[in-house]
């Protein structure tokens, strides 16, 4: 378990990467760069994953299906539009493969 | 266990490496594939882990829900896409929200804060999740009207403040399960619903934005709370990426979040600036209009949502390439927000095959409008309309606009004759500079291109 300030810090951090890493970002790729940081919360998949795994009651499976069912369509939908938007950025000096 | 650790660890690194690349248009396509490999490698080694049941379970949701996302996303047209991220997105919250809901009746939390933390998760999620959902159905036009009601506001805040309520119950109890579990669960999801329909579909993108940054959050709660260092990375990061991402946007339509979240734009104001718009509008047929541009040097094209909807891009795209041919410079003015997101329009536009840069920003483009010979718009409305800069009343007043009326001659290619999206009349249609070229975009670009092959 990760407690405490440790906890604070790591989000400190991590949100600032998350700030900066998108910062200087133009604005041709704003849906697409959307679209990506949605698939890349679809890692709550591992989550939902592991509270089904340890769900013990009728109930609590049931739930826990229904967020691995979710999660994995946030994953998979989310990089396939993702890929399949950018797929079709290119510059006119290097055509089309 | 160390080895599904130094997974984890892997993925958090390549999700951040993936999304810096992803943000300049040369390394974008690899960059969506590093954090995809992250994802696999991560989903993998989650299988490892020790103590885990119900595989069979787990293996059968995966499939369901990720074959059923594969096929609609691979069948989804671009025109579409803003929606399909909104339902990825809710269904992401939604899965944070199932998490919470799990860990809160198995009731055994590590410490308070943890407790706190999941009840946090769990709320931020339901919203996020059932929120979207509305943006979705009104995208898709499945919801046609914004919904309001006088007092609208205060009875959100009480819905609101319940579930608050109910949620510190959970925390204070120690999460027994049972009752206050389920009016927790109802009052957020019923908070995700009102508070999305009254906004109109103009502003859906910053509010799918928004939720696409809340659902992010909840993944990280909830990854503390299992002590999942992927989870939190990963949902940290994105957090404030999309936080950034939703006053970008916010910040090209010029309209403050809380104005979005709060007003109900598109429904209320916007009729009265429709007399005084004044003069008369001056039609021009395609043949007139492709000598126009045949003959001029410079040529700046404002594509809107309008001709991604005729689906006339790809013609539009081959009506330049003849132009190129004779000579003439051609340009693609995309306005922050043209389409329904910012970007959206560029995407539209690679699809057909426009080379990026050709296409370029508000602000590169601008001081050029004044030495372009004709600005052709298709299918843009609010984005061109002058009164953004001259009329304080209006409802659009201040947005920054594409000056496309200072080009020497302007063709507008429409539709009809009514109003675009925010339903306010355009003063550039009636200036005397400006030639309406009325028709369906798809068609009239194929009568301009047949035109200029005559000349």
């Known amino acids: 378990m990760i407690e405490g300030f440790t906890a604070l810090y790591i989000f400190m951090l991590a949100a600032f990467t998350g700030y900066e890493v998108i910062g200087r970002v133009p604005v041709i790729l704003h849906t697409p760069l959307m679209s990506g940081s949605n698939f890349v919360h679809g890692i709550v998949l591992v ?16 739930i826990g299906f229904l967020g691995v069912m979710l999660a994995a369509g946030n994953a998979v939908g989310g990089y396939v539009v993702t890929e399949r938007m950018l797929e079709m950025f290119k510059s ?6 | 266990m160390i080895l599904i650790q130094l997974s984890y660890f892997a993925a958090a ?3 951040i490496l993936g999304l810096k690349r992803m943000s300049s248009p040369k390394t974008a396509r690899g960059g969506i594939v590093w954090a995809g490999a992250g994802m696999v490698v991560a989903t993998i080694a989650t299988f490892f882990m020790p103590d885990m049941h119900n595989y069979g379970l787990m293996l059968l949701a995966i499939l369901i829900g990720g074959g059923a996302a594969w096929y609609t996303g691979k069948k989804v047209a671009m025109t579409d896409m803003p929606q399909m991220i909104a339902i990825y997105n809710g269904m992401g919250g939604g899965a944070a929200a199932a998490i919470a809901a799990v860990e809160l009746l198995k009731g055994t939390f590590a410490s308070q804060s943890f407790l706190t933390l999941a009840v946090l998760g769990a709320l931020i999620g339901s919203v996020a999740f059932s929120g979207s959902m509305v943006a979705f159905a009104k995208l898709q036009g499945l919801m046609k009207k914004s919904f309001l009601f006088p007092g609208q506001q205060k009875i959100n805040m009480v819905v609101f403040a319940a579930a608050l309520v109910f949620g510190l119950i959970l925390i204070s109890s120690g999460s027994t399960g049972g009752f206050p579990l389920f009016m927790f ?19 859906m993108p910053v509010v799918i934005s928004l939720y696409n940054a809340l659902t992010s959050l909840a993944v990280a709660f909830e990854g503390f709370v299992l002590g999942n260092a992927a989870m939190i990375i990963a949902g940290t990061v994105v957090g404030s990426a999309g936080t950034l991402l939703t006053q970008l946007m916010a910040r090209a339509m010029n309209r403050p979040i809380s104005n979005v979240l709060f007003s109900g734009f598109g429904a209320t104001g916007g009729e009265a600036s429709a007399e005084d718009a004044g003069g008369t509008m001056k039609e021009i047929d395609a043949s007139d209009a492709a000598v126009m541009m045949a003959y001029a040097s410079k040529v700046i094209i404002v594509p809107g949502y309008g001709m991604a909807v005729a689906q006339a891009q790809h013609k539009v795209w081959e009506f330049c390439k003849l132009l190129e041919e004779k000579g003439v410079t051609v340009k693609f003015a995309i306005h922050p927000v043209a389409g329904r997101m910012p970007g959206h329009m560029n995407v539209l536009l690679a699809e057909a095959g426009v080379p990026y840069d050709k296409i370029y920003d508000l602000e590169e483009i601008n001081a050029e409008f004044p030495t372009a010979d004709v600005a052709l718009i298709i299918g843009a409305n609010d984005v ?3 009164v953004a800069r001259t009329d304080p009343n209006s409802p659009i007043y201040g947005m920054p606009i594409l000056d496309s009326d200072k080009a020497k001659d302007v063709i507008v290619v429409k539709r009809g004759r009514g109003t675009g999206f925010s339903g306010i ?21 194929g009568k301009l291109i047949q035109e200029v092959k005559q000349l």
Do not use: C, W
């Open chain 2, 13 to 15: 690194v390549l999700f």
């Open chain 1, 92 to 97: 006119s000096k290097e055509p089309a493969k």
């Open chain 1, 47 to 62: 989550g939902a994953m592991v509270a089904m795994g340890h769900a013990s009651t009728d109930l609590e499976r049931f």
């Open chain 2, 384 to 386: 061109v309309n002058p």
């Open chain 2, 425 to 445: 009349e355009n003063a550039l249609f009636y200036l005397d500079n400006t030639r309406m070229l009325y028709g369906d975009g798809q068609e009239v670009a």
């Open chain 2, 185 to 203: 669960f109802a009052l957020a999801l019923a908070f995700g619903i009102m508070m999305t329909l009254p906004i109109g579909g103009a502003d």
